[in-house]
Protein backbone atom coordinates (compact mmCIF):
# COMPACT_ATOMS: atom_id res chain seq x y z
CA UNK A 1 0.00 0.00 0.00
CA UNK A 2 1.38 3.52 -1.29
CA UNK A 3 0.15 6.32 0.46
CA UNK A 4 -0.44 9.44 -2.10
CA UNK A 5 -2.32 12.17 -0.22
CA UNK A 6 -4.26 13.27 3.04
CA UNK A 7 -7.65 15.05 3.62
CA UNK A 8 -6.07 17.67 5.65
CA UNK A 9 -5.99 20.83 4.82
CA UNK A 10 -2.36 23.30 5.65
CA UNK A 11 -2.56 26.64 6.85
CA UNK A 12 0.66 27.69 6.16
CA UNK A 13 3.34 26.46 3.55
CA UNK A 14 5.02 24.06 4.40
CA UNK A 15 8.79 25.21 3.30
CA UNK A 16 10.91 23.15 5.43
CA UNK A 17 9.48 19.99 4.25
CA UNK A 18 9.79 20.82 0.80
CA UNK A 19 13.50 21.75 1.44
CA UNK A 20 14.26 18.66 3.25
CA UNK A 21 12.82 16.57 0.14
CA UNK A 22 15.00 18.55 -2.07
CA UNK A 23 18.03 18.29 -0.43
CA UNK A 24 17.38 14.41 -0.39
CA UNK A 25 17.01 13.91 -3.87
CA UNK A 26 20.17 17.00 -5.01
CA UNK A 27 22.18 14.58 -2.58
CA UNK A 28 21.12 11.38 -4.37
CA UNK A 29 21.72 12.95 -7.62
CA UNK A 30 25.22 14.22 -6.85
CA UNK A 31 26.24 10.98 -5.44
CA UNK A 32 25.14 9.13 -8.24
CA UNK A 33 26.99 11.41 -10.75
CA UNK A 34 30.26 10.62 -8.25
CA UNK A 35 29.75 7.19 -8.41
CA UNK A 36 33.52 6.67 -8.88
CA UNK A 37 34.42 8.10 -5.23
CA UNK A 38 31.85 5.92 -4.08
CA UNK A 39 34.56 4.00 -1.36
CA UNK A 40 35.13 7.75 -0.21
CA UNK A 41 31.50 7.90 0.73
CA UNK A 42 31.57 4.93 2.72
CA UNK A 43 32.74 7.72 5.45
CA UNK A 44 29.03 9.16 5.61
CA UNK A 45 26.98 5.79 6.26
CA UNK A 46 26.03 5.00 9.48
CA UNK A 47 28.61 1.89 10.94
CA UNK A 48 27.21 0.86 13.83
CA UNK A 49 30.44 -1.22 15.25
CA UNK A 50 32.23 2.00 14.93
CA UNK A 51 29.75 5.18 14.85
CA UNK A 52 30.77 8.64 14.08
CA UNK A 53 28.77 12.16 15.55
CA UNK A 54 28.54 13.29 11.70
CA UNK A 55 27.31 9.64 10.48
CA UNK A 56 24.40 10.24 12.53
CA UNK A 57 23.08 13.51 10.33
CA UNK A 58 24.62 12.58 6.76
CA UNK A 59 23.60 9.04 6.55
CA UNK A 60 19.94 10.34 6.70
CA UNK A 61 20.51 12.61 3.32
CA UNK A 62 21.99 9.19 1.22
CA UNK A 63 20.00 6.87 -0.57
CA UNK A 64 20.82 3.54 -1.84
CA UNK A 65 18.69 3.45 -5.21
CA UNK A 66 16.35 5.15 -6.90
CA UNK A 67 13.28 3.01 -5.63
CA UNK A 68 14.82 3.53 -1.83
CA UNK A 69 14.50 7.61 -2.58
CA UNK A 70 11.47 7.46 -4.26
CA UNK A 71 9.44 5.04 -1.41
CA UNK A 72 10.86 7.85 1.57
CA UNK A 73 9.91 10.79 -0.04
CA UNK A 74 6.55 9.90 -0.93
CA UNK A 75 6.02 9.29 2.74
CA UNK A 76 7.89 12.15 3.76
CA UNK A 77 5.74 14.26 0.85
CA UNK A 78 2.53 13.04 2.58
CA UNK A 79 2.87 12.67 6.36
CA UNK A 80 5.49 15.46 6.56
CA UNK A 81 3.65 18.46 4.95
CA UNK A 82 1.40 18.20 7.58
CA UNK A 83 3.98 18.14 10.75
CA UNK A 84 5.51 21.14 9.15
CA UNK A 85 2.54 22.99 9.68
CA UNK A 86 1.45 21.32 13.41
CA UNK A 87 4.93 22.19 14.22
CA UNK A 88 6.21 25.23 12.45
CA UNK A 89 9.82 25.58 10.86
CA UNK A 90 11.98 25.40 13.05
CA UNK A 91 10.01 23.11 15.26
CA UNK A 92 9.48 20.39 12.39
CA UNK A 93 13.38 20.90 11.38
CA UNK A 94 15.28 20.40 15.03
CA UNK A 95 12.14 17.09 15.49
CA UNK A 96 12.91 16.01 12.41
CA UNK A 97 16.91 15.59 12.87
CA UNK A 98 16.46 14.57 16.35
CA UNK A 99 13.91 12.15 15.10
CA UNK A 100 17.15 10.76 12.55
CA UNK A 101 19.54 10.82 15.59
CA UNK A 102 17.04 8.87 17.84
CA UNK A 103 16.47 6.30 15.13
CA UNK A 104 20.06 5.74 14.42
CA UNK A 105 21.00 5.52 18.31
CA UNK A 106 18.17 2.64 18.36
CA UNK A 107 19.70 1.23 15.27
CA UNK A 108 23.40 1.15 16.57
CA UNK A 109 22.11 -0.32 19.66
CA UNK A 110 19.84 -2.84 18.77
CA UNK A 111 20.51 -4.25 15.44
CA UNK A 112 23.74 -5.70 13.66
CA UNK A 113 26.97 -4.43 11.93
CA UNK A 114 25.96 -3.72 8.69
CA UNK A 115 26.33 0.18 7.65
CA UNK A 116 22.51 1.74 7.66
CA UNK A 117 22.14 4.77 5.37
CA UNK A 118 18.50 6.53 4.12
CA UNK A 119 15.94 9.21 5.13
CA UNK A 120 13.52 6.22 6.67
CA UNK A 121 14.34 6.79 10.87
CA UNK A 122 13.48 9.99 10.43
CA UNK A 123 10.58 9.96 8.33
CA UNK A 124 9.07 7.10 10.50
CA UNK A 125 9.19 9.75 13.75
CA UNK A 126 7.07 12.18 10.99
CA UNK A 127 4.65 9.34 10.43
CA UNK A 128 4.63 8.61 14.49
CA UNK A 129 4.02 11.87 15.10
CA UNK A 130 1.38 12.08 12.18
CA UNK A 131 -0.06 9.15 14.01
CA UNK A 132 -0.56 11.13 17.22
CA UNK A 133 -1.20 14.76 15.91
CA UNK A 134 -3.84 13.62 13.12
CA UNK A 135 -5.53 9.63 14.09
CA UNK A 136 -8.52 10.70 12.25
CA UNK A 137 -7.72 12.46 8.74
CA UNK A 138 -8.16 9.88 5.97
CA UNK A 139 -5.37 8.94 3.91
CA UNK A 140 -5.61 8.08 -0.16
CA UNK A 141 -3.82 4.79 -0.49
CA UNK A 142 -2.87 3.03 -3.42
CA UNK A 143 -3.03 -0.88 -3.33
CA UNK A 144 -1.37 -3.31 -5.64
CA UNK A 145 -3.68 -6.02 -6.24
CA UNK A 146 -2.10 -8.55 -8.97
CA UNK A 147 -1.94 -6.04 -11.75
CA UNK A 148 -4.32 -3.59 -10.92
CA UNK A 149 -3.79 0.07 -8.70
CA UNK A 150 -6.88 0.20 -6.41
CA UNK A 151 -7.58 3.42 -4.50
CA UNK A 152 -9.01 3.73 -1.95
CA UNK A 153 -9.55 5.93 1.60
CA UNK A 154 -8.05 5.06 5.32
CA UNK A 155 -7.95 6.70 8.59
CA UNK A 156 -4.37 7.44 9.47
CA UNK A 157 -5.03 5.63 12.75
CA UNK A 158 -5.25 2.31 11.00
CA UNK A 159 -2.70 2.64 8.54
CA UNK A 160 0.31 4.04 10.76
CA UNK A 161 -0.74 1.38 13.44
CA UNK A 162 -0.63 -0.48 10.61
CA UNK A 163 3.16 0.31 9.30
CA UNK A 164 3.82 0.53 13.01
CA UNK A 165 3.21 -2.92 13.56
CA UNK A 166 5.17 -4.80 11.00
CA UNK A 167 7.67 -2.33 11.65
CA UNK A 168 7.86 -3.41 15.25
CA UNK A 169 7.16 -7.36 14.06
CA UNK A 170 10.07 -7.70 11.34
CA UNK A 171 12.54 -5.93 14.30
CA UNK A 172 11.74 -8.82 16.43
CA UNK A 173 11.91 -11.45 13.76
CA UNK A 174 14.74 -10.10 10.97
CA UNK A 175 16.37 -7.36 12.32
CA UNK A 176 19.11 -7.81 10.13
CA UNK A 177 17.25 -8.83 6.90
CA UNK A 178 18.77 -5.74 4.36
CA UNK A 179 16.46 -3.02 5.77
CA UNK A 180 16.51 -1.05 9.02
CA UNK A 181 13.52 -1.89 10.64
CA UNK A 182 15.35 -1.54 14.02
CA UNK A 183 15.77 2.55 13.16
CA UNK A 184 12.26 2.46 11.82
CA UNK A 185 10.46 0.93 14.70
CA UNK A 186 12.71 3.34 16.74
CA UNK A 187 11.88 6.63 14.82
CA UNK A 188 8.08 5.34 15.36
CA UNK A 189 8.10 5.15 18.90
CA UNK A 190 10.21 8.60 19.04
CA UNK A 191 7.49 10.49 17.18
CA UNK A 192 4.72 9.27 18.82
CA UNK A 193 5.99 9.39 22.36
CA UNK A 194 7.44 13.37 21.82
CA UNK A 195 4.25 14.09 20.14
CA UNK A 196 2.16 12.80 23.42
CA UNK A 197 4.55 14.68 25.43
CA UNK A 198 4.19 17.68 23.43
CA UNK A 199 0.36 17.89 23.65
CA UNK A 200 -0.13 16.25 27.42
CA UNK A 201 2.68 19.05 28.48
CA UNK A 202 0.39 21.57 26.61
CA UNK A 203 3.38 22.81 24.70
CA UNK A 204 1.60 21.93 21.61
CA UNK A 205 -1.92 23.35 21.20
CA UNK A 206 -4.59 20.38 21.26
CA UNK A 207 -7.29 20.06 18.64
CA UNK A 208 -10.58 18.33 19.44
CA UNK A 209 -9.30 14.96 17.37
CA UNK A 210 -5.68 14.38 18.68
CA UNK A 211 -5.09 11.12 19.93
CA UNK A 212 -5.03 12.37 23.27
CA UNK A 213 -8.73 13.54 22.73
CA UNK A 214 -9.72 10.14 21.77
CA UNK A 215 -8.07 8.08 24.25
CA UNK A 216 -9.27 10.47 27.01
CA UNK A 217 -13.32 10.18 24.75
CA UNK A 218 -12.67 6.38 24.97
CA UNK A 219 -12.42 6.22 28.77
CA UNK A 220 -15.71 8.66 29.18
CA UNK A 221 -17.65 5.71 27.32
CA UNK A 222 -15.80 2.97 28.64
CA UNK A 223 -16.64 4.35 32.45
CA UNK A 224 -20.48 5.64 31.54
CA UNK A 225 -21.14 1.76 29.81
CA UNK A 226 -19.73 0.42 32.85
CA UNK A 227 -22.06 2.66 35.00
CA UNK A 228 -24.64 1.41 32.87
CA UNK A 229 -23.77 -2.23 32.86
CA UNK A 230 -24.22 -2.28 36.97
CA UNK A 231 -27.64 -1.12 36.41
CA UNK A 232 -28.28 2.69 35.92
CA UNK A 233 -30.41 4.11 33.63
CA UNK A 234 -29.80 7.33 32.20
CA UNK A 235 -33.06 8.14 30.77
CA UNK A 236 -34.92 7.25 34.34
CA UNK A 237 -35.17 10.05 37.26
CA UNK A 238 -35.73 7.07 39.26
CA UNK A 239 -32.91 5.11 38.69
CA UNK A 240 -29.16 5.99 40.63
CA UNK A 241 -26.18 4.16 39.51
CA UNK A 242 -25.12 1.93 42.93
CA UNK A 243 -22.84 3.95 45.17
CA UNK A 244 -20.25 2.12 47.05
CA UNK A 245 -19.22 3.04 51.07
CA UNK A 246 -16.08 3.27 52.43
CA UNK A 247 -13.56 0.46 51.27
CA UNK A 248 -15.79 -2.54 51.86
CA UNK A 249 -16.97 -4.45 49.04
CA UNK A 250 -20.53 -3.55 49.71
CA UNK A 251 -22.78 -1.77 46.87
CA UNK A 252 -25.90 -0.03 47.92
CA UNK A 253 -28.39 1.74 46.27
CA UNK A 254 -28.76 5.55 46.17
CA UNK A 255 -32.21 6.97 47.68
CA UNK A 256 -34.18 9.41 45.16
CA UNK A 257 -35.26 12.62 47.05
CA UNK A 258 -37.74 15.23 45.69
CA UNK A 259 -35.91 18.58 45.34
CA UNK A 260 -36.46 21.57 43.77
CA UNK A 261 -34.17 23.22 41.25
CA UNK A 262 -33.46 26.71 42.41
CA UNK A 263 -34.20 29.49 39.70
CA UNK A 264 -30.89 30.57 40.26
CA UNK A 265 -28.92 32.18 36.95
CA UNK A 266 -26.66 28.87 36.65
CA UNK A 267 -29.69 26.51 36.93
CA UNK A 268 -31.29 28.64 34.06
CA UNK A 269 -28.13 28.90 32.08
CA UNK A 270 -28.20 24.86 32.10
CA UNK A 271 -31.92 24.75 31.26
CA UNK A 272 -31.48 26.41 28.55
CA UNK A 273 -28.05 24.54 27.48
CA UNK A 274 -29.98 21.73 27.07
CA UNK A 275 -32.55 23.05 25.48
CA UNK A 276 -30.70 24.33 22.94
CA UNK A 277 -28.96 21.40 22.00
CA UNK A 278 -31.88 19.39 21.88
CA UNK A 279 -33.35 22.49 19.39
CA UNK A 280 -29.82 22.02 17.50
CA UNK A 281 -30.17 18.26 17.00
CA UNK A 282 -33.19 18.74 15.57
CA UNK A 283 -31.68 21.67 13.10
CA UNK A 284 -34.17 24.03 14.47
CA UNK A 285 -31.57 26.89 14.56
CA UNK A 286 -34.25 29.69 15.13
CA UNK A 287 -34.88 28.33 18.87
CA UNK A 288 -31.50 27.60 19.21
CA UNK A 289 -30.52 30.88 18.36
CA UNK A 290 -32.72 32.46 20.43
CA UNK A 291 -32.17 30.40 23.43
CA UNK A 292 -28.31 31.67 22.76
CA UNK A 293 -29.50 34.96 23.43
CA UNK A 294 -31.01 34.59 26.63
CA UNK A 295 -28.15 32.61 27.57
CA UNK A 296 -26.10 35.63 27.17
CA UNK A 297 -28.24 38.05 29.12
CA UNK A 298 -27.53 36.35 31.75
CA UNK A 299 -23.78 35.61 31.11
CA UNK A 300 -22.03 37.32 28.64
CA UNK A 301 -19.52 35.52 28.05
CA UNK A 302 -20.85 32.13 27.27
CA UNK A 303 -20.26 30.11 24.27
CA UNK A 304 -21.77 26.92 23.20
CA UNK A 305 -20.15 23.53 21.80
CA UNK A 306 -18.19 24.80 18.64
CA UNK A 307 -20.88 23.65 15.66
CA UNK A 308 -23.33 24.76 17.91
CA UNK A 309 -22.26 28.04 18.13
CA UNK A 310 -21.33 28.36 14.52
CA UNK A 311 -24.27 27.03 13.52
CA UNK A 312 -26.52 29.73 15.59
CA UNK A 313 -23.77 32.75 14.61
CA UNK A 314 -24.70 31.63 10.79
CA UNK A 315 -28.48 31.58 11.58
CA UNK A 316 -28.24 34.76 12.96
CA UNK A 317 -26.93 36.37 10.26
CA UNK A 318 -28.65 34.87 7.49
CA UNK A 319 -31.70 36.21 9.67
CA UNK A 320 -30.18 39.29 9.35
CA UNK A 321 -29.36 40.39 12.91
CA UNK A 322 -26.22 41.34 12.45
CA UNK A 323 -25.34 42.36 16.05
CA UNK A 324 -26.38 39.46 17.42
CA UNK A 325 -24.22 37.70 14.90
CA UNK A 326 -21.26 39.29 15.37
CA UNK A 327 -21.79 38.73 18.97
CA UNK A 328 -21.63 35.04 17.93
CA UNK A 329 -18.92 34.85 15.56
CA UNK A 330 -16.27 37.38 18.36
CA UNK A 331 -17.29 34.70 20.85
CA UNK A 332 -16.29 31.75 18.76
CA UNK A 333 -13.27 32.97 17.60
CA UNK A 334 -12.25 34.08 21.26
CA UNK A 335 -12.76 30.29 22.18
CA UNK A 336 -11.78 28.35 19.07
CA UNK A 337 -8.46 29.91 17.82
CA UNK A 338 -7.65 26.74 16.49
CA UNK A 339 -10.54 26.25 14.74
CA UNK A 340 -9.60 24.66 11.06
CA UNK A 341 -11.34 27.30 9.11
CA UNK A 342 -11.09 30.61 11.63
CA UNK A 343 -9.73 32.72 8.87
CA UNK A 344 -13.13 32.28 7.09
CA UNK A 345 -15.19 33.34 10.77
CA UNK A 346 -13.07 36.56 11.10
CA UNK A 347 -13.35 37.19 7.30
CA UNK A 348 -17.08 37.26 8.04
CA UNK A 349 -16.74 39.31 11.19
CA UNK A 350 -14.59 41.91 8.76
CA UNK A 351 -17.73 41.98 6.34
CA UNK A 352 -20.37 42.11 9.11
CA UNK A 353 -18.29 45.42 10.66
CA UNK A 354 -17.50 46.79 7.62
CA UNK A 355 -20.83 46.70 5.46
CA UNK A 356 -23.59 46.36 7.95
CA UNK A 357 -22.63 47.70 11.27
CA UNK A 358 -20.16 50.52 9.71
CA UNK A 359 -17.30 50.11 12.57
CA UNK A 360 -14.51 50.14 10.22
CA UNK A 361 -12.20 50.10 12.74
CA UNK A 362 -13.07 46.58 14.14
CA UNK A 363 -13.43 45.69 10.10
CA UNK A 364 -10.00 46.44 9.55
CA UNK A 365 -8.83 44.44 13.10
CA UNK A 366 -10.49 41.39 11.72
CA UNK A 367 -10.36 41.49 7.80
CA UNK A 368 -6.36 41.63 8.68
CA UNK A 369 -6.27 38.82 11.34
CA UNK A 370 -8.34 36.96 8.42
CA UNK A 371 -6.34 37.00 5.18
CA UNK A 372 -3.08 34.67 6.82
CA UNK A 373 -5.54 31.76 7.82
CA UNK A 374 -7.83 31.82 4.81
CA UNK A 375 -7.10 29.30 2.12
CA UNK A 376 -9.35 29.81 -0.84
CA UNK A 377 -8.07 32.01 -2.83
CA UNK A 378 -10.73 34.02 -3.99
CA UNK A 379 -12.01 35.15 -0.21
CA UNK A 380 -8.39 36.00 -0.15
CA UNK A 381 -8.96 38.64 -2.58
CA UNK A 382 -12.24 39.08 -1.27
CA UNK A 383 -10.40 39.92 2.15
CA UNK A 384 -8.26 42.53 0.44
CA UNK A 385 -11.04 44.36 -1.77
CA UNK A 386 -12.75 44.75 1.32
CA UNK A 387 -9.93 46.01 3.51
CA UNK A 388 -8.26 48.40 0.91
CA UNK A 389 -12.27 50.22 0.91
CA UNK A 390 -11.62 50.23 5.32
CA UNK A 391 -8.69 51.47 5.09
CA UNK A 392 -9.48 54.20 2.50
CA UNK A 393 -12.65 55.34 4.48
CA UNK A 394 -10.34 55.55 7.69
CA UNK A 395 -7.89 57.83 5.94
CA UNK A 396 -10.65 60.03 4.46
Known amino acids: MIPIGTDRRLKHTPW ?45 FMHGNWAHLIGNMIFLWVFGNAVNDRLGHVGYLAFYLAGGIFAGIGYVLLSGTAPVLGASGAISAVTGAFLVLFPRVRVMVLLFLFYLLVPFEVSSLFFLLLQFGWNLYASLVQPG ?5 VAHTTGYAYGIIVSAVLLGCKILPREPYDLLSLIRTWRRRWGYRRVVATGYDPFSPMRRPPVRVGSARRWVKSKTVATHTPQSPEAMEMTLRKQIAEDHARG ?4 AAQGYLQILQINPDSVLPLN ?23 QFEKYYK ?3 YIGDVRLMLGLIYSRYLHQDERAEMYLSRAIPDLMDQDKIDLARRELEQVRGRLKG
Open 338 to 340: DYQ
Open 16 to 60: VNYALVAANVFVFIFLQRTRSDLPAMRIYLLHPDNPELHQFISCM
Open 177 to 181: GGVAY
Open 308 to 330: QQLDVANYLMSACQYLQAARAYE
Open 284 to 287: DFAS
